[in-house]
């Protein structure tokens, strides 16, 4: 969505749905607030800090396209609204198992019928891999406890052919 001013923008991104999701009053003073700490350099808004103190280096400084501005200044107009969908790549962890691939409550002990196997399980950034592991490493983590996940899964509703949950 793109306009010339803060009330058509809010206007138009409101007119995507099926009720007036943003407050103009409300977005108008949280841009207002934060075009303040623009030119304070003592800002305490963290990411106008942030901001300012990349500005220090000079590669950084020459390798953007736009100076830091306020939101609201008429002067680098347009105002461009974005529709964003908020996700997460990595939990850094996982739901705790048991070697069989079942999921295990608070008190330690498997949760009937619950498995847990791939990146939910920690076979992600930050399992069995470590903080600084390369994506594309995961998938063999994953595989090995989708495997001992399913085997242990059949085995408990007692199928048959369902080897062990073993390795």
Excluded: W
């Amino acid at each position: 969505m793109v306009a010339d001013t803060l009330e058509e923008l809010i206007a138009g991104m409101n007119n995507l749905t099926d009720a007036p999701l943003l407050d103009p009053g409300a977005v108008r003073a949280q841009i207002e607030a934060r075009d303040l700490q623009m030119a304070n350099p003592f800002s305490k808004d963290a990411q106008v800090q942030g901001i300012h103190n990349s500005r220090r280096y000079l590669a950084d400084r020459l390798a953007r396209t736009a100076a830091p501005h306020r939101i609201l200044d008429p002067a680098v107009g347009p105002l461009i609204g974005v529709k964003l969908h908020i996700l997460t790549r990595k939990s850094l962890g996982g739901i705790q198992t048991d070697l069989s691939s079942r999921a295990l409550g608070v008190n330690g002990q498997p949760i009937d019928g619950l498995y847990a196997a791939g990146e939910v399980a920690g076979f992600g950034g930050g399992g069995v891999h470590g903080y600084h592991s390369l994506e594309g490493t995961f998938l063999g983590g994953c595989l090995f406890s989708g495997r001992i996940a399913g085997r242990a899964a059949a085995a408990a509703l007692g199928h048959h052919g369902a080897s062990s949950p073993s390795p």
